[in-house]
């Protein structure tokens, strides 16, 4: 019996020596990231970013001119149209024609067509300080889902669907704050960045941390991927620069 007991012990406390490992691995920064080039682009407080596979070029937004903005990788602007709204702060595409912005303020999802033009909008009864509220969105075409990111106090992982109901709401303890994020619609995984603490995450939907990188750039606000060139995207809102880094 005192055997038996002994080797319970002992595999009792590998478990949890492994577990505890892993959870400290998972917070450990596997790298700090280096750009391979940066760009001054032209927009005003840039914030949000998505990567447009058929058009080879980025989308951001502006919460100071309450514009939407097609850049190339040079920082020009392609085109751009206002929003009826303020606050902007991160921008998808749910397909080729529509794409889905969020007021951070109202805490609203607004439904555009490619030329600007609103088809809906819904928001969600999230209660907190004004100015820390939604900070990114993206569509995940495998399900139909929304995902948006609530900045701090707290620190939230949303899924929705497209109409607005709330599919789950996860805490987020691994950031000082949460400010864009990014789909993996292959690996159905997500890259999440945050602005305090200068690190981009990537980890599971459900809010579980993979991996975590370093990054020295100001105010970090958006972040986009282009997967078959395995490129990854950082833009900075005071600097209003666009970022390049080679994907991890």
Not at 121 to 149: A, Q
Not at 157 to 179: H, V
Not at 238 to 246: D, G, H, Q, S, V
């Amino acid at each position: 019996m005192r055997k038996i007991l002994i080797i319970v012990t002992a595999i009792f406390l590998v478990s949890i020596t492994n577990f505890c490992n892993s959870k400290n691995n998972a917070n450990t920064i596997s790298e700090k990231l280096k750009p391979i080039s940066k760009t001054k682009i032209n927009v005003p407080e840039p914030s949000g970013l998505y990567f447009e596979e058929r058009t080879n070029s980025l989308w951001t937004v502006s919460d100071e001119s309450s514009k939407v903005y097609n850049i190339d990788f040079s920082g020009n602007v392609i085109n751009s149209f206002a929003i009826n709204g303020f606050d902007l702060e991160g921008i998808t595409f749910i397909n080729d024609t529509t794409i889905a912005i969020i007021l951070e303020r109202a805490r609203e999802v607004v439904f555009l067509n490619s030329s600007g033009k609103e088809i809906s909008r819904f928001s969600l009864s999230l209660y907190g300080k004004p100015n820390s509220g939604f900070e990114g969105i993206e569509f995940n075409p495998n399900n139909n889902h929304l995902y948006i990111v609530n900045e701090k106090v707290p620190c939230l992982l949303i899924e929705t669907d497209l109409k607005g109901n709330i599919i789950s709401q996860i805490k987020i303890e691994f950031a000082e704050d949460l400010s864009g994020l990014c789909y993996d619609k292959a690996q159905n995984e997500l890259w999440i960045i945050s602005d305090e603490s200068k690190a981009i995450y990537k980890c599971k939907t459900d809010g579980t941390l993979i991996q975590k990188f370093a990054v020295e750039i100001k105010q970090i606000e958006g972040i986009a991927i282009n997967f078959k060139e395995s490129k990854l995207y950082i833009i900075s809102d005071p600097e209003e620069k666009l970022y390049i880094f080679n994907l991890p």
